[in-house]
Structures are given as structure tokens and as C-alpha cells.
């Protein structure tokens, strides 16, 4: 119906639209995506990038001696020849050379930026997957099974991360290497990935467990249970729907602590070791901070930027999806 003339039409707005409203009114959040998405474009075609720059960040790939572009002998023994830190800034190489490999460093960054939010979103996608399922059937079943999923849930929480992850990272990477180049990397890989989804998703299966408790008792799954509709029905088309604020808000916190947690576990020699990541390049550069403070200072500024920014957004989405907020 038309409303009387000189009166505004009032159109009706769903809570997800409302958020995302917000969020495009809040100039933080604005920013931090903007960054984001520079970030993941710069690593999801850094290969065309380096090709376009004629940059190589990779050993097998170098189409030149290492012996070509490194001083061997006296005070810069292992140190570039071309650019920082021995000698001023080049266009051919904006962030010098590593020294002792010759690979350009803004390669090497980009690989390795490429590899730490190809991890951290499949990890942050799979954990979020298991968390989600486990913390449905836990919060909708009653009775042994509610119980015998969060004892596992807090069985996981009161397991240290960390010596879990030294314990578990040769194990798969014996389990999975078929003894090449290739397959060590792709041990690593998925190691590294099966290690964090391991111990990643169960903050999530409690929250989704808390929110199906408080949903599982309105009148709309009642009446549901009433008419017979299947329990997966109710799980995946009547609660889930109504759980998408705090599953976002669970995947825009989950994806930097990810990020971190990959470059924590790389610098210590538990995550990547053959290809680059953004923690293997603070784990290579850890060495020449006195002699060349520019090759461990680009990843880290690096990291800082993307996980600060990724906090920053992940704290906006959070304050957007709450009604109790305002910014």
C-alpha cells in the first residue's frame, strides 16, 4: 500500500543489513578493509608480480649465480653486491637482496605473504566448519552425547598448544612426504594446516553450542520438532541461519590469529621450511639484524600491518553485528 502523501516510505531492514551499514560508516573499518584487500590481491597475484618486475624469490627459479650478486670474503662476506645494505637503494631490487641466496627480497615477501593467508583462510575455514557442526549437535542433542562433545571440546582447550604442535608436526610430516621436494612442501603444508584446525576450533563449537541452547527453546524449532521436520533440517535451514553474526565475527578474529600462529610456528622450525612463508623469512633474517636490519624488518612490519589491520576489522564486524554497540 502507497504510503499518504508527504509521508516516507519506511522499508524494513535485516539485521545483517543493518550491520553492514555500519560498517560502511565506520572509517576504521573502512580502512582496514581497503588494506586487506590490497594485501590479499598483492599476494594472490604475486607471482605475476614478480614476473612483471622481473623479480625471483626462489632458488630453482634465479637466472643468475648467486656468486653474480653476493661479496664472498672480507668484512660483507655473504652480503648483496647490489643494493642495501652495503650499497644505496635500487629500482631492480626496491628491497635489496638476502644475503647469502641472492633472491630479491619483495619476492621473496610476496611468496611468502601468498602462503601465511593461504594457510590462515584454509585453517580458518576448515576449524570454522568443525566448530560450527560440533557446537550444533552439541547445543541441540541432550543428554551423553552434549556431554561427551564438550569433554572433548575441554579436553582440546586444556591440551598446550605449542607442545602439541612440536609433537604433531613430524608425525605428519612423516605421514604425508613421499620423500621428494615436492612432497616435503606439501607435508609442511598440510601439517601445518591439520596442527592449527587441531587446536582451532573449539572457541567456536562453545559459542555455537551457547547460541543453540538459547535457540533450541522459541516457538519456531518447537514447532518444528511438533511437525516433524528432521533434526539436520532444524540444524542447518532453523538455527544456523540465525548464527551468522557470530560465526563472521569468529572467522574475522580466527584469520589473523592464524596468521600469527603460522608465522610463530615457522620462525620456531615447526611449520615451513622449505618454501617461502612470512615466518621462515623472519626465521632466515634473524641473523643479519646488525649487519642488515632491513631484511627482518620488511616481513615484520609486514605481518604487524596485516594482522593489526585484520583486528581492527574483525573488532569493527563484531561491534556492527551488536545491537548493543555504537559507533
Not at 31 to 49: D, E, K, S
Not at 78 to 88: A, E, H, K, Y
Not at 287 to 312: C, D, G, S
Request: neutral net charge; aromatic residues 8%; proline residues 7%.
Amino acid at each position: 500500500m502507497e504510503p499518504p502523501p508527504g509521508e516516507k516510505k519506511v522499508a524494513g531492514k535485516s539485521p545483517t543489513r543493518i550491520a553492514f551499514d555500519r560498517l560502511r560508516k565506520d572509517k576504521v573499518a573502512v580502512v582496514c578493509t581497503i588494506v586487506v584487500i590490497l594485501l590479499v590481491i598483492a599476494a594472490a597475484f604475486a607471482p605475476l608480480i614478480n614476473k612483471m618486475l622481473n623479480i625471483y624469490g626462489e632458488a630453482s627459479s634465479l637466472p643468475y649465480s648467486p656468486t653474480d650478486v653476493l661479496y664472498f670474503g672480507g668484512p660483507n662476506n655473504g652480503l648483496p653486491n647490489v643494493g642495501p645494505p652495503v650499497n644505496g637503494f635500487t629500482a631492480d631490487h626496491p628491497l635489496g637482496l638476502s644475503p647469502g641466496q641472492g633472491l630479491d627480497n619483495l619476492a621473496r615477501l610476496l611468496l611468502g605473504l601468498r602462503t601465511s593467508l593461504l594457510i590462515a583462510t584454509l585453517a580458518t575455514v576448515i576449524s570454522t566448519i568443525v566448530g560450527v557442526v560440533i557446537g550444533l549437535v552439541a547445543g541441540f542433542s541432550r543428554g551423553w552425547l552434549d556431554r561427551l562433545l564438550m569433554f572433548t571440546t575441554d579436553l582440546f582447550l586444556s591440551f598446550p598448544f605449542i607442545l602439541g604442535a612440536m609433537a604433531m608436526a613430524p608425525i605428519l610430516r612423516a605421514r604425508f612426504n613421499d620423500e621428494d621436494i615436492d612432497g616435503l612442501g606439501r607435508a609442511q603444508l598440510i601439517a601445518l594446516i591439520v596442527i592449527l584446525v587441531f587446536f582451532g576450533w573449539m572457541g567456536l563449537a562453545r559459542l555455537i553450542r551457547g547460541q543453540v541452547l538459547s535457540l533450541r527453546e522459541r516457538e519456531f524449532i518447537q514447532a518444528a520438532q511438533v511437525i516433524g521436520v528432521p533434526t539436520r533440517q532444524i540444524l542447518f535451514k532453523e538455527l544456523l541461519p540465525n548464527m551468522v553474526a557470530p560465526i563472521i565475527v569468529s572467522i574475522s578474529l580466527s584469520l589473523p590469529a592464524f596468521v600469527t600462529a603460522e608465522a610463530g610456528l615457522s620462525y620456531l622450525g615447526i611449520g615451513l621450511t622449505g618454501q617461502p612463508s612470512l615466518g621462515q623469512t623472519i626465521f632466515d633474517a634473524q641473523n643479519y639484524f646488525e649487519v642488515y636490519p632491513l631484511y627482518l624488518w620488511a616481513p615484520v612490519v609486514t605481518i604487524t600491518i596485516l594482522v593489526l589491520a585484520l583486528n581492527l576489522l574483525g573488532d569493527a564486524i563484531r561491534d556492527a553485528f551488536d545491537p548493543k554497540t555504537r559507533r
